[in-house]
């Protein structure tokens, strides 16, 4: 869906780096999410929130930071990356104004941790 | 926690036939039901949905049903085409939200024309 962006759309780090993964929307969804994909075990969430000053953790925010630095703009940053940080992540929005629970999806960030 | 599983995780149907693809949850407290369509390099869709006070729900030629005693649901495919073709994920929230939502692993179908 063009209007959630990921960038970049893949990245290969090395073990102890510092990286950042960007997210921004045209939608004008007031609420943001970072999922996490590992083959075989679904999506799991790892922080959400719900306008700029509300920040959450989810399931596995453990290793993880985020920033909302503006209702369109939600960053993910891994502060020094482990190789079972490895894995496909994906931003998505929702607004149970207008689209009730319905979440939209990035196209995701394939992340490579060596 | 919620706990929800998925089955097949890999499924192959002829063009033409039905598919239908099986999650059970954990928690009587669950209310919502999503199902998501992933095609390759793209990120997940949210392509039918259904909620605890209903039994089933159709749009065109997928449903949903859900058994709440057993604590079952199923996603139905009538008449699969080759664009059916992606990786599906069930849900299930207790709260009707997505803070609280827990995917199924995922199933792999395959259309063969």
């Known amino acids: 869906d063009a209007d959630v962006t990921q960038t970049p759309r893949n990245r290969i780090t090395k073990t102890g780096k510092r990286i950042m993964l960007e997210c921004s929307q045209t939608?004008?969804?007031?609420?943001m999410y970072w999922y996490r994909q590992d083959p075989g075990l679904g999506l799991r969430l790892i922080y959400y929130s719900f306008d700029v000053k509300d920040i959450n953790k989810g399931e596995i925010s453990d290793g993880y930071s985020v920033s909302r630095q503006a209702q369109a703009k939600f960053s993910l940053s891994l502060e020094s990356a482990i190789p079972n940080q490895t894995a496909l992540y994906f931003c998505?929005?929702?607004?149970?104004?207008?689209?009730?629970?319905?979440?939209?999806f990035g196209s995701g960030t394939q992340l490579s941790v060596l | 926690g919620e706990n929800v599983e998925q089955h097949p995780s890999t499924l192959s149907v002829q063009e033409g036939d039905s598919a239908v693809i099986k999650c059970t949850y954990s928690d009587s407290a669950s209310n919502y039901f999503p199902w998501y369509k992933q095609e390759l390099g793209k990120g997940p869709q949210l392509i039918i949905d259904?909620?605890?006070?209903?039994g089933e729900k159709k749009d065109q030629r997928i449903a949903v049903t859900l058994n709440k005693t057993a604590k079952h649901f199923s996603l139905h495919i009538t008449e699969t085409q080759p664009e059916d073709s992606a990786v599906y994920f069930c849900a299930a929230s207790p709260n009707f939200g997505n803070e609280k939502l827990t995917f199924g692993t995922g199933t792999r179908l395959t259309i063969i024309p």
């Open positions: 259904i909620r605890s006070n209903v």
């Open positions: 998505a929005t929702s607004d149970p104004r207008r689209g009730g629970e319905k979440l939209f």
């Open positions: 939608k004008g969804h007031d609420r």
